[in-house]
């Protein structure tokens, strides 16, 4: 099947990076401690140079005026998201950051690293214009309430919370915006220095990951009830469920985007988010790796059951 090929391609990639970033601390090239680096790296320059340079050579205003009911989806889906990351995590008895980091993983999904690639290889244009208008929510919702599940400092006051919120992340995605709704596409120099920054993320962010694996216990992983659950409902159920519902408002080829962007894995940076933000940093990566590894043959199974609907 054309499809399963070409998830196969990506889950491809994200695991031969991942091994670069495992064998280079086995084999003593690197050190944790120069990953740790990276990490902020990864989260405070090269993200917000690529969400910088992905939303404002979208193709201005136009995408968001010519697809609002892309927009009511997007915004209807991540919101229900944000409730089945709780649900499969209360149903799996999760507990205090263990579960924040597990609804926050549910909220992250690798749109950028093997959600793109894989819609524009099965959808082509009209798949990307769903893209680029889920992305544009994503990272206002997702890389803001989506993050800040894991921080554990509930009783923030209003002053404390609206400066959480200004950070290199939120900031560019504020400019990003202005310069969509004027129609401004940058150029030159300069923003050639900001894309490849940000072309950056994908290799840094995937070979932490790697590295991290080398430090997180998997015994007992087997038994962890939520990476079974997460699996079944968020990977499989939820995306098969918008397609059902979706197809009959909107043409399926927009009903399939969607449904592929609920069944992606959780991003390989996830793990640098949950070490910044004070989540269960061993289970973040667990939850992406395991993710990953899963999608493999969930992301086949959704594209299956909704060639047969």
Known sequence: ???ALIVLEQVFILILLMFIGFASIKLKIMELDWYVGVGKFTIYVALPALIFKVITTLGGRSVLLEGKMAVVISVVVIFINFAIGKFVGKISKLEGPTLDTH???????NLGYIGIPMIAALY??????VVAIYMIFDLMFNWTMGINFMDQNKNQTREELMRSLITPLNVTLVISLVFLMLNITPSGTVFE?????GA?????SIAYLGAMLTVVDFSGSHKQLSLYTHAAIKLIAFPVLIYVVAVQFVDPVIAKTFAIIMALPTMPSFPIFATLKGGDH????????VGTLTSLVTIPVVTWIMAYI
């Open 200 to 204: 950056t993320t994908k290799y840094l």
């Open 103 to 109: 609804q926050s993983a549910t909220a992250m999904g």
């Open 193 to 197: 220095v900001i894309s490849g920054l």
């Open 1 to 3: 099947m054309n499809e």
């Open 124 to 129: 082509s244009n009209m798949g990307l214009v």
């Open 282 to 289: 061993h289970y973040a990566v667990k939850i992406t790796f």
